[in-house]
């Protein structure tokens, strides 16, 4: 059964660094997807970066230059360093994995495993 853990989130300041984990178990696929998204009230879940079994990555617009998608030890866990944070980053942040081989990266709804998610909110 695959299980992805998140933590490390909390509150900071405008402007502060955070790093998430997701302890990743039970996903034994070589190839792969796995990805970050956030999910504000009212909003709808969004994908805030991904990275491949190969270790290419994507960023949203709206977190380039800031966030870094990490995966040091290959798929047991998945970093995302925050930095530079600002207010309209608050959201539930959660990690998803995907068994993946095709071109680009899955959609939303191609991702099979989810954690449970990690509350981050940056004061102004």
């Known amino acids: 059964q695959v299980q992805l853990v998140e933590s490390g989130g909390g509150s900071v300041q405008a402007g502060g660094s955070l790093r998430l984990s997701c302890v990743v178990s039970?996903?034994?696929?070589?190839?792969?997807?796995m990805a970050w998204f956030r999910q504000a009230p009212e909003n709808e879940r969004e994908e805030v970066a991904v990275i491949d079994s190969e270790g290419s990555a994507r960023y949203d617009d709206s977190v380039k230059g800031r966030f870094t998608i990490s995966q040091p030890n290959a798929k047991n866990t998945l970093y995302l360093q925050m930095d530079s944070l600002k207010p309209e980053d608050t959201a539930t942040y959660y990690c998803?994995?995907?068994?993946?081989w095709g071109i680009g990266y899955p959609a939303p709804d191609e991702y099979n495993a989810w954690g449970q998610g990690t509350q981050v909110t940056v004061s102004s």
């Open positions: 039970g996903f034994t696929y070589s190839d792969y997807a």
């Open positions: 998803a994995a995907a068994h993946w």
